[in-house]
């Protein structure tokens, strides 16, 4: 089983609607979470990390945490043809030498005009 | 959100030589840094943890005398490729943790061709 998991995708949204990322992982241990979106020959960029149970709101994101399903999920409100990019999911999981950040392959995003 | 550079963004060199890539927080101090290495349509992959002032910590299947790690200050690190082959080509990453438990940020990423 992968520490990090993730439908590749491409999932296909029209623009407006809300797209929903999914993402689990197998550390029941784990206390960080983060999304990062990575456009096509760029490097990742961090725009949602969470801690807690429950929800949490930057704009257009929402995370979702919910520890006891080992679960973390990603929605992105009134999706924009900008917003087509990899989004990695990642996770610090314990390790012999401390914590590692784990990603997922990533869920690919495409906004529809 | 916190800043990391890359220096350069882009490199060119013939086998056989070294290239070095420079790694630096601009706005904070990384007692960590991280370097990555992402082939085309392919998923991050972790080679080593920089730690400042000591030895970086390898991942399973990383030459460590090929990929030489020094993160000599709390805002620079640096990896440089020994001896490239074309098979070392790739898109090289490096990132900083802000703090125990923050979020990794990334620098714009290195695209290293061996030809």
């Known amino acids: 089983q992968k520490e990090v998991e993730q439908n590749s995708g491409p999932l296909s949204v029209p623009e407006g609607a809300i797209a929903s990322l999914n993402c689990t992982y197998s550390?029941?241990?784990?206390?960080?979470f983060f999304w990062y979106r990575q456009y096509s020959g760029k490097s990742p960029e961090l725009i949602m990390s969470?801690?807690?149970?429950g929800d949490k709101e930057d704009g257009r994101f929402t995370a979702q945490l919910n520890k006891a399903s080992q679960y973390v999920s990603l929605l992105i409100r009134d999706s924009q043809p900008s917003d087509s990019a990899t989004y990695l999911c990642?996770?610090?999981?314990?390790?012999?030498?401390?914590?590692?950040?784990?990603f997922g392959t990533g869920t690919q995003l495409k906004v529809e005009l | 959100g916190a800043v990391v550079s890359q220096h350069p963004s882009w490199v060119i060199c013939k086998s056989g030589t070294s290239v070095k890539i420079e790694c630096r927080s601009l706005?904070?101090?990384?007692?960590?840094m991280f370097w990555y290495r992402q082939f085309p349509k392919q998923s991050l992959m972790l080679m080593a943890t920089?730690?400042?002032?000591?030895?970086?910590?390898?991942e399973q299947g990383v030459e460590k005398d090929k990929f030489l790690i020094n993160h000599a200050s709390l805002t620079l690190s640096t990896l440089t490729v020994t001896s490239a082959h074309p098979e070392d080509s790739s898109f090289y990453i490096c990132?900083?943790?802000?703090?125990?438990?923050?979020?990794?940020?990334f620098g714009p990423g290195t695209r290293l061709t061996v030809t």
């Open positions: 706005d904070f101090q990384a007692t960590t």
């Open positions: 990132s900083a943790r802000q703090g125990a438990r923050g979020g990794q940020y």
């Open positions: 990642a996770v610090y999981t314990a390790t012999g030498g401390g914590n590692k950040l784990t």
């Open positions: 969470i801690y807690s149970n």
């Open positions: 920089s730690n400042e002032g000591s030895k970086a910590t390898y």
């Open positions: 550390d029941r241990g784990s206390q960080s």
